[in-house]
């Protein structure tokens, strides 16, 4: 079993909707958590860091974390064209990046 | 600042030949990583870097190697290519090494056959 699961995809909506990407997780000494938007051909960016439990918004984007079912998602308002990479997920037991587990990641694609 | 730079963007390897996968930053960061991402899989650690002289391995280390004599500059060299190094490579930056920080150059396509 990996130690974090991602939905490979695609997912594919409708300009406009509200999109849920999720993870979960095995390890319950994951403390820090992340997603990142890789568009196609292009490294990783990071969009939303969240440290243990709880809620963070930055704009259209929610995190969530959900430590007691091992579950992170990542929600995106208003979905737009522009919205249509692959996200990734990552967690760490510690703040070092040398550390850190990448999910797979999930193909989204956002229709006009 | 052009950020964290990766060349080249493409490369088609022989068996048994050998390369160095070059990263420059801009950003004067101290910590400096080395990653490969396969198709359906996360990406994998495979060497960082805490400052120029110190170079540490991380997951999947076999069959690279690193150096890190400027701040700005971290290669990974390839002896001996397999098709098992068959990847996108990404470099990656970041000021104090922490989790919540890393920048990513835009990755060199490597097929060996």
């Known amino acids: 079993q990996k130690e974090v699961e991602q939905d490979p995809g695609p997912l594919s909506v409708p300009e406009g909707a509200i999109v849920s990407l999720n993870c979960t997780y095995s390890?319950?000494?994951?403390?820090?958590f992340m997603w990142y938007r890789q568009y196609s051909r292009k490294g990783p960016e990071l969009l939303m860091y969240?440290?243990?439990?709880g809620n963070k918004e930055d704009g259209r984007f929610t995190a969530q974390v959900d430590k007691s079912s091992k579950y992170i998602s990542l929600f995106i308002r208003d979905s737009q064209p522009s919205d249509s990479a692959t996200y990734l997920c990552?967690?760490?037991?510690?703040?070092?990046?040398?550390?850190?587990?990448f999910g797979s990641g999930t193909r989204l694609s956002i229709r006009p | 600042n052009a950020g964290v730079t990766q060349t080249p963007k493409f490369r088609i390897l022989k068996i048994g030949q050998s390369m160095t996968l070059q990263c420059t930053q801009d950003?004067?960061?101290?910590?400096m990583y080395w990653y490969r991402q396969d198709p359906g899989m996360g990406l994998k650690l495979i060497y960082y870097?805490?400052?120029?002289?110190?170079?540490d391995k991380g997951e999947v280390p076999n069959g690279y190697n690193v150096s890190r004599s400027t701040t700005e500059d971290f290669p990974l060299r390839l002896e001996l290519a397999a098709p098992s190094q068959t990847s996108v490579y990404f470099c990656?930056?970041?000021?104090?090494?922490?989790?919540?920080?890393?920048?990513f150059g835009p990755g060199t396509r490597l097929t060996v056959t």
């Open positions: 990656a930056s970041s000021v104090t090494g922490g989790a919540y920080e890393q920048y």
């Open positions: 990552a967690m760490s037991a510690t703040s070092s990046a040398s550390k850190i587990i």
């Open positions: 390890n319950s000494a994951f403390q820090y």
């Open positions: 969240t440290y243990s439990s």
């Open positions: 870097s805490v400052g120029a002289g110190i170079t």
């Open positions: 950003m004067n960061h101290n910590y």
